[in-house]
């Protein structure tokens, strides 16, 4: 079993700058990859990026990439979401999320297993 709680969402001006942390508790979570969605209202969870376990390899939506970047800690059990250059439409609540498959960097929700609560993110034009 794994808890996520998210951590690090308000409100910031486009073009500024937020981090998002993901805090995890439970065993093993430095054998889990994790990815981070985001839905805005009326929209459909949207895949913003995953980490593998080692923290080795990335992967990125393309909305987002090259302005968002993902690490983690795995001494402290936690990963985090840098977003740089924000726009409005990266106004989302932002979720964090661990799949068991320590190597998957997938782009689908149903493949990883456990969710916080999300966090959110509002960025005004």
């Known amino acids: 079993q794994v808890q996520l709680v998210e951590s690090g969402g308000g409100l910031v001006q486009a073009g500024g700058s937020l981090r998002l942390s993901c805090a995890a508790s439970?065993?093993?979570?430095?054998?889990?990859?994790v990815g981070w969605f985001r839905q805005a209202p009326g929209k459909e969870r949207e895949f913003v990026g995953a980490?593998?376990?080692?923290?080795?390899?990335?992967r990125y939506g393309d909305s987002v990439k090259d302005r968002f970047t993902i690490s983690r800690d795995n001494a402290k059990n936690t990963v985090y979401l840098q977003m740089n250059s924000l726009k409005a439409e990266d106004t989302a609540v932002y979720y964090c999320?661990?799949?068991?498959?320590?190597?998957?960097?997938?782009?689908?929700?149903?493949?990883?297993?456990?969710w916080g609560q999300g966090t959110q993110v509002t960025v005004s034009s």
């Open positions: 999320a661990a799949n068991s498959n320590g190597y998957s960097l997938s782009a689908h929700p149903m493949q990883y297993n456990y």
């Open positions: 439970g065993r093993s979570f430095s054998s889990y990859s």
């Open positions: 980490i593998t376990s080692s923290g080795g390899s990335t």
